[in-house]
């Protein structure tokens, strides 16, 4: 019975007139939302919005006072709630892998409870492991404490796609990420997210992540919502003192062409750098270790280039030096104008790169970072 | 039937023995508890040793005295001990090893002595787990008492086996029930003890 | 002295193979039905929490009855043989397994359960999948415990003509043949020693693979 799928495509997930109250705090009150088929949607605003409470009663983990949900015209409260979960991916931000399983396991355990033959997993589990890029012959026997945050992290994505749901819950699923790779994840989400083609509802609590990822952006303040609406609509016709708040904090600089790289790059830490004599395996291990996606090589005091995880995973030849695969990255000055650099960069396909003063690391430019400190 | 006299005479024997017993053992496993507090070595052969003991089975270490001490009162004492000294040894040791170094620093600024310390900081605070250890040990040792009657140490054990000899069932059960009414009252006297001397009454 | 000559001599005498082979058998059956109940037991009261408490006293009190009384208070129900030392073996066991397996259950890390039920297990499939492979560990320990016990009550067993190593033990303090209490006291003790390493090797193995890190 819990094999038959509730539904192949989100029509509309409506919320109407709910309510939750823990004693007498509303967690949420008087909510009225309308979830599109196919869009990605935000939920935002500050702790104790009420953003994750409505989140988790899409799937019943907290069951409101008053009110309904209902999924293409299913009142959730109809279903058995261990059926309705198995229709939904579910990520959060402490992932929680179970230690005691490998990651094939952890990817497998839903399809296994329903009822998929060892075969299919297998196969599913693969696809999935290449589709998140960790390469399966790796990883499906590793276990989750062998991992990076990063790394773990698509594994939870893997695990929620498993059985293919039509509508996936994600809970501050990059919350816990530093920016680099955060940015890194929110890209590779991106690119998932319109080859899936799945209804997402995301929650947050950073408006950069928001204005990147959202279709369109759900604001919650004391459990209510203040305004739904597409990202550039929050920022040119603001409902409210709270939203121009927390969308326009961000508007700091208003002329990008007096704007230099170094009012714009990021902090450049010793631990993005490896040195150019390197072998694959162990460079594996120690951007694990600091958990890096993306690593910068250096002969002595002279750039290689950049390596990410993804290209390591792929290299068969695991005596092979870093020198030999970094690829050449742009470098800029940090008195190089801002629109010239993101010019370059876009030119380039290059999302990230590296700023030199003049001949020793000075600063990151992550082009995402760049444009969302403009907006 | 057994009468009541020879049930009385036996329990005496038995709280005599268990008892007995029990006080050497106290009084021989702390000072050792607090040698293993400054010898790696001792600590080592100490912590080993209460391991290995405590899987050995009571019967055969009972049985063993026979060719080593022979029967009576005195092999009874220490094939007891043998079982009985290890819990508490442990208990006090880790008791006493558990101390906030942080406290032992700022009773040595002070200008306490280590005996001082000693009396005044790890003793108490390893109260708790000694009196549990000290529990546990009287129960062993109540246990092991009926056993030890087969090596002719007297006490309520020597019912049983005479019960035994026979199969009969209420001189049985005249030897089995004041020993399980011994053992609840140890039980619940060093229950209440434990707690007292917890601090805050709170049962570890 | 021991020497090779009177070890096999004892050992032949008081046809020491077979006693060996009941004791283990008897240790075997006791330790298996105590994993048995005692898993099950720290499961139900875990599974009704109010409970727990009656049972675990109610199990702590057995705990504290003499070995040796506890087989005798059987023998009436079970009469003689290896059943009345099995029984006591198992009801002494109860408790470290059950009290581990439900303190392993209880104390299983809140995001493990609250990602299992999110992810759509039922709370069977939860306590399965997830809880009970957490506890090992801890469940492991308890069965380490018993075990201990089951080799010390099995081998009161020869009191009470269940057979086993205590047997020898009783006729050699009752005939008074020295070699013979020494070479079974010794035999009996290295027994337990060694099952107790061995269980001490698998828990630590479960620790490293179950353990929370």
Not at chain 1, 133 to 150: A, E, N
């Amino acid at each position: 019975m819990q094999n038959r799928r509730l539904f192949d495509r989100i029509e509309s997930i409506k919320f109407k007139g709910i309510t939750k109250k823990y004693g007498p705090v509303y967690a949420v009150k008087d909510l009225d939302l309308e979830v599109r088929g196919g869009e990605l949607l935000i939920l935002i605003g500050p702790s104790g919005s009420g953003k994750t409470t409505a989140l988790r009663m899409m799937n019943r983990m907290i069951d409101q006072d008053t009110g309904s949900v209902t999924i293409n015209g299913l009142d959730t409260r109809d279903v058995d709630p261990v059926r309705l979960r198995r229709n939904m991916g579910y990520v959060i931000q402490n992932i929680g892998l179970f230690p005691h399983m490998t990651i094939g396991e952890n990817i497998g355990l839903v399809p296994k409870l329903e009822g998929w033959d060892k075969k299919k997993i297998h196969q599913r589990v693969s696809n999935l492991l290449d589709f998140v890029s960790l390469p399966p012959d790796i990883f499906m026997k590793r276990y989750p404490r062998q991992l990076s945050g990063g790394q773990q992290q698509r594994v939870g994505l893997a695990r929620a796609m498993a059985t293919d749901p039509p509508l996936f819950l994600m809970d501050e699923p990059f919350g816990a990420l530093d920016p680099i790779l955060r940015k890194q994840l929110q890209k590779e989400f991106l690119k998932i997210k319109n080859e899936i083609n799945r209804t997402i509802i995301f929650v947050t609590h950073d408006i950069e992540e928001a204005l990147v990822l959202g279709d369109r952006i759900a604001i919650m303040d004391q459990g209510q919502l203040v305004q739904v609406g597409p990202p550039e609509e929050l920022i040119f016709n603001p409902a409210s003192e709270l939203v121009s708040d927390i969308v326009d904090n961000q508007r700091k600089y208003k002329h990008m062409d007096t704007l230099k790289v170094k009012d714009l790059m990021s902090a450049y830490e010793d631990k993005y750098a490896l040195d150019g004599k390197t072998e694959v395996c162990d460079a594996v291990e120690e951007m694990t270790k600091r958990d890096l996606e993306t690593a910068f090589v250096f002969d002595g005091h002279e750039l290689l280039g950049q390596v990410t995880m993804v290209d390591l995973m792929k290299c068969r030849v695991k005596a092979q030096k870093l020198a030999d695969l970094a690829r050449p990255m742009k470098t800029f000055q940090p008195l190089d104008s801002v629109a010239f650099a993101l010019s370059e960069m876009k030119k380039s396909g290059e999302y990230i790169a590296i700023v030199m003063d003049p001949n020793k690391p000075a600063g990151i430019l992550v082009s995402d970072e760049v444009l969302l400190k403009l907006i | 039937m057994v009468g009541l006299e020879i049930i009385l005479e036996a329990t005496w024997e038995h709280i005599i023995l268990v008892y007995t017993t029990l006080s050497i053992s106290i009084a021989i496993s702390i000072p050792l508890a607090f040698a293993s507090l400054y010898s790696r070595k001792l600590e080592f052969v100490v912590m080993k040793f209460a391991n290995l003991v405590q899987a050995v089975p009571s019967f055969a270490v009972v049985a063993i005295m026979v060719p080593l001490l022979g029967i009576g009162f005195t092999p009874a004492v220490v094939a007891i001990m043998l079982r009985a000294l290890l819990p508490i040894v442990k208990n006090t040791f880790i008791g006493l090893k558990n101390v906030d170094p942080s406290i032992i620093d700022y009773a040595q600024g002070m200008g306490m002595s280590q005996w001082q310390i000693n009396t005044y900081i790890r003793l108490p605070n390893a109260y708790p787990a000694m009196f549990a250890g000290i529990k546990f040990a009287g129960i062993l040792a109540n246990s092991i008492a009926v056993l030890t009657a087969f090596i002719g140490s007297g006490g309520l054990g020597e019912i049983i086996f005479q019960g035994l000899i026979g199969y009969n069932t209420s001189t049985l059960l005249a030897g089995a029930i004041p020993a399980i009414l011994l053992a609840i009252m140890i039980d619940r006297s060093f229950s209440a003890l434990e707690k007292k001397v917890t601090p805050g009454y709170r049962k570890i | 002295m021991l020497t090779i000559q009177v070890i096999a001599e004892v050992w032949d005498k008081h046809l020491m193979t077979i006693r060996t082979i009941e004791h283990l058998q008897m240790f075997s059956i006791a330790l298996t039905l105590s994993i048995i109940i005692g898993v099950s037991v720290g499961v139900l009261i875990y599974m009704r929490p109010k409970t727990a408490d009656t049972v675990l006293n109610f199990l702590n009190i057995v705990e504290t009855i003499p070995d040796l009384a506890l087989i005798v208070l059987l023998l009436p129900v079970l009469k003689l043989g290896a059943g009345p030392t099995i029984a006591a073996c198992v009801l002494y066991s109860i408790l470290p397994i059950a009290r581990n397996t439900y303190t392993g259950l209880k104390g299983v890390d809140a995001q493990y359960t609250y990602v299992a039920s999110a992810i759509g297990l039922s709370s069977r499939e939860a306590l399965f999948r997830v809880r009970i492979p957490l506890s090992l560990p801890l469940i492991a320990g308890g069965i380490r415990i018993a075990l201990v016990f089951c080799m010390g009550v099995v081998t009161l067993g020869g009191l009470v003509a269940a057979g086993g190593l205590g047997t020898v033990l009783q006729n050699g303090v009752q005939l008074y043949q020295k070699d013979a209490i020494l070479v079974a006291g010794l035999w009996t003790g290295l027994l337990a020693v060694l099952l107790d390493g061995f269980a001490g090797i698998i828990e630590k193995k479960l620790q490293e693979r179950y353990g929370t890190w």
